[in-house]
């Protein structure tokens, strides 16, 4: 029970965790093996400056798409004076005007796009102020922990160096004296041999070592992948439609086309909201990492202990598998599942079905990932 109880700990024992002095050594060998963060800032940077290239594309097409509302315009003013002509319909102003309208969106599209994305950007500058506040802390949480299972583990190679020793000495003094000794001796020798046997076989860490930086490394890009799939989802969505909007536009103009246009900001809207939830839902997950980053603190804390490391409480650790609790990890996973939830969340504040379906494909996608990464870390 009482391993038990050390094991899983209580929701506030990780409160009491004091904090770790990291040198810049470690630090900066942190850094180059696991990146500068949670998210890697260049990949980060390389993603906010790809989405800002994608307004310089805007006219690709404009010119075709102004030659076809020409034609559009043509038509709907032959159907509209067909009408008047044969007494179907009155002259009516206002519905004559909406292909001049149409026809200015067109011609002044860079102006318009940026005034339909103005407040989507507002969202994302706010969430990206509150996620990167947060990850500073987390970062820093990141290095105290990491400094703290080196010293761990180097604990757990200082025993099971003293247990090889004592192995030697023991086998060299068994070789020579055993035929001497009386069987009282030998059972008290059992006694004593034995426990340094199983802790000799208990503390072989190295496998341990392996696994733990496996598992974390495979739940940390697992998270950093599903981040930038979703980045990386808007940039293209962004693109196309503000490539191949000017045709929306246009073909808007014809009455069996009227709600192409609607649509088309209805879809606009939703992928542009895509960074600003996203930068949301990175924010909360950051709120369960801090929880677990100073959770396994404490219980690192605790297994080094303020006078020395606890010998028994290492050997309860070393038992594990991997030199981790594992908090750590199934935080990672879940802030990985979560972001792709961002397209559908931008779908209920802006209803449209086209974006659900284009990223229902990356959905599917990320079920599978999830599901390897679940058999990955059962395994």
Same mark, same amino acid.
Request: proline letters at 4%; hydrophobic letters at 45%; charged letters at 20%.
């Given at each position: 029970m009482q391993t038990i109880s050390f094991l899983t700990g209580t929701a506030g024992f990780f409160m009491q965790s004091n904090p770790v002095q990291v040198p810049d050594s470690f %630090?900066? !060998? $942190?850094?180059?093996?696991?990146?500068?963060? /949670?998210?890697?800032?260049?990949?980060? &940077? $390389?993603? %906010?400056?790809?989405? @800002? !290239?994608?307004? !310089? &594309?805007y006219d690709a097409f404009i010119a075709d798409a102004q030659a076809l509302s020409a034609i559009f315009m043509l038509i709907f003013f032959a159907i509209k004076s067909y009408e008047m002509i044969s007494g179907d319909k009155r002259l009516e102003i206002m519905p004559l005007l909406r292909p001049f309208g149409?026809?200015? /969106?067109?011609?002044?599209?860079?102006?318009f796009t940026r005034v339909v994305a103005y407040?989507?950007?507002?969202?994302? /500058?706010? !969430?990206?102020?509150?996620?990167?506040? @947060?990850?500073q802390n987390i970062n820093s949480l990141r290095m105290q922990r990491a400094k703290l299972m080196v010293e761990v583990a180097d604990e757990l190679l200082k025993v099971q160096a003293?247990?090889?020793?004592?192995? %030697?000495?023991?086998? @060299?003094?068994?070789? &020579?004296a055993w035929e001497s000794v009386k069987s009282s001796v030998k059972e008290? $020798?059992?006694?004593?041999?034995?426990?340094?046997?199983?802790?000799?076989?208990?503390?072989?860490?190295?496998?341990?070592?392996l696994a733990t930086s496996l598992l974390e490394t495979l739940a940390i890009w697992i998270l950093r992948i599903s981040v930038y799939v979703i980045f990386i989802m808007q940039i293209i969505f962004s693109t196309i439609l503000i490539i191949l909007g000017p045709f929306?536009?246009?073909?808007?103009?014809?009455?069996?086309?009227?709600d192409s246009f609607s649509t088309w900001i209805a879809r606009f809207v939703s992928v542009n909201l895509y960074s600003g939830i996203? $930068?949301? /839902?990175?924010?909360v997950a950051s709120l369960f990492q801090h929880y677990a980053l100073e959770a396994e603190i404490s219980r690192y804390q605790e297994l080094l202990g303020p006078s020395g490391a606890s010998m028994e409480k290492l050997g309860w650790f070393a038992a594990n598998g991997v030199l981790s609790f594992g908090m750590v990890i199934i935080t990672f996973i879940i802030g990985a599942l979560t972001m792709f939830t961002v397209p559908s969340i931008s779908t209920w504040i802006v209803s449209t079905s086209g974006v659900s379906s284009a990223a229902s494909a990356m959905g599917s996608g990320a079920s599978r990932m999830g599901n390897m990464a679940t058999q990955a870390m059962g395994g």
């Open positions: %630090k900066d !060998t $942190f850094n180059f093996l696991q990146g500068n963060g /949670v998210y890697e800032e260049g990949m980060m &940077h $390389f993603l %906010k400056q790809m989405k @800002s !290239t994608i307004w !310089t &594309h149409l026809a200015m /969106v067109i011609l002044w599209w860079p102006v407040p989507e950007e507002v969202v994302e /500058v706010r !969430t990206a102020a509150l996620f990167e506040g @947060s990850q003293e247990t090889e020793v004592a192995s %030697k000495e023991a086998d @060299s003094w068994y070789e &020579h008290g $020798f059992s006694q004593v041999w034995n426990p340094v046997v199983e802790m000799r076989n208990r503390l072989q860490i190295g496998l341990q070592l929306s536009v246009a073909a808007s103009i014809l009455p069996m086309f009227r996203g $930068f949301l /839902v990175m924010y």
